[in-house]
Each structure stands twice: as C-alpha cells, then as structure tokens.
T-cell receptor, first 112, second 115 residues
Framework: DAKTTQPTSMDCAEGRAANLPCNHS???????VYWYRQIHSQGPQYIIH???NNETNEMASLIITEDRKSSTLILPHATLRDTAVYYC?????????????FGSGTKLNVKP | DGGITQSPKYLFRKEGQNVTLSCEQN?????MYWYRQDPGQGLRLIYY???????QKGDIAEGYSVSREKKESFPLTVTSAQKNPTAFYLC??????????????FGPGTRLTVL
C-alpha cells in the first residue's frame, strides 16, 4: 500500500522553480519523508529527506507542513536534465529495518 | 568508485526457465534489497537482507529466491513459479538499522523479458 499520493504529471519551464506536491496524510510521528527521482530505465537517485523541519541541500528544498500531512519538493531552477519521475516516499521503521513505501510518482516535464 | 552494480542490463529468457540476477555493492553496507518495477508503477519490495546469511521476504516474494553468502553480494533468482516475471528489477543497499540518514542507494537495474 502506497502511503503517498502525487499528481501523475507536471510541466515546468526551464529556469523556473518546479514545485512538486505530495500528500501523506496517514504518516506517523517517527516516519520520514524521502524524495527520489528516476530517469527513464535507470535506478532511482536520492534527492532529500526530512522529518519535521524544512530541509535544503544542493539539489532541492523540502517543505513539510506543520501537521506533516503533506510536503513539497522544490527544484529552484529546473533544467532539461531534471526531467524525470519524482517519487515521494514514506520511510517506516519496522524493528531494525527501514521500509520504503513508493507511490507511482510524478512525471516532471521540463520544457525549453 | 563506490556503488552498486547489476548485471546484465537486459536479460531475455524463455518461459519456464529460472534466471539469476546479479547485484554487487562496494559501499560496505550491511543491508541490501531487491525491488520490482512494472511500467508506470512505483517500486515493490521482493526481498531484503540486513546481514550476511539472513534475509526476509518483502511484499511480493512468491516465485523469487535470494541468498546472502557475502556482504557484497545479494543475487536474486526468478523461478518458473513467478507467474509474470517480465519487469525491471532494482537492487539497493543501505546502512543497517534505523539511522536518520538511512537512504537507500540503487543500482542501474536489470530489465528482464520472458518470452
């Protein structure tokens, strides 16, 4: 069972910010939100993760709402190479094992 | 370079044949995972292993088997009992346990087509 819902696809103009939303309304207090992206027929690539606070790294920013029921991944200046499927994932701690729940992802199309 | 390698990239097999997919990592990770991805879908967990000589079933283990004889290697066998084996298979690894940085690192994948 996927624990996240995302739009199927989104378009973004090159050079503009891409804002990708994700709903995870059933998330529990100790479950992290992760974002990965997958370029066609390659392995997923880690982007960013967070628990409660907003996070930023060299690739993106992650904004998590105060109630933690949704989040937004922000790519500040999208390029054509950012065209990919973006997965919002809930990481659940089970005993000594971290389980990742993948949804179907958002296909981001960056256009010139 | 540290990373995960999967081979082969493309694999074709006849129906009813077993086939083994290779996964090797040199990241010194204890945990390794196998996922299956169907077109337009997310990843589903087949098997995972937290340490050598131990592995557990994931959500869709039927028709698959694994072994973990070495820390670096986690091969997946797709058996003839798997009813719909054609898919994209991804191997991943991570540090063991509930670390806050517990991201998974993925290999490039193997696309299996059963004819």
């Amino acid at each position: 069972d996927a624990k996240t819902t995302q739009p199927t696809s989104m378009d973004c103009a090159e050079g503009r910010a891409a804002n990708l939303p994700c709903n995870h309304s059933t998330i529990s207090g100790n479950e992290y939100v992760y974002w990965y992206r997958q370029i066609h027929s390659q392995g997923p690539q880690y982007i960013i993760h967070g628990l409660k606070n907003n996070e930023t790294n060299e690739m993106a920013s992650l904004i998590i709402t105060e109630d933690r029921k949704s989040s937004t991944l922000i790519l500040p200046h999208a390029t054509l190479r950012d065209t990919a499927v973006y997965y919002c994932i809930v990481r659940v701690a089970l005993y000594n094992f971290n389980k990742f729940y993948f949804g179907s992802g958002t296909k981001l199309n960056v256009k010139p | 370079d540290g990373g995960i390698t999967q081979s082969p990239k493309y694999l074709f097999r006849k129906e009813g044949q077993n086939v083994t997919l290779s996964c090797e990592q040199n990241l010194n990770h204890d945990a390794m995972y196998w996922y299956r991805q169907d077109p337009g879908q997310g990843l589903r967990l087949i098997y995972y292993s937290q340490i050598v000589n131990d592995f557990q079933k994931g959500d869709i283990a039927e028709g698959y088997s694994v072994s973990r004889e070495k820390k670096e290697s986690f091969p997946l066998t797709v058996t003839s009992a798997q009813k719909n084996p054609t898919a994209f298979y991804l191997c991943a690894s991570s540090s063991r346990g509930l670390r806050t940085d517990g991201e998974q690192f993925f290999g490039p994948g193997t696309r299996l087509t059963v004819l």
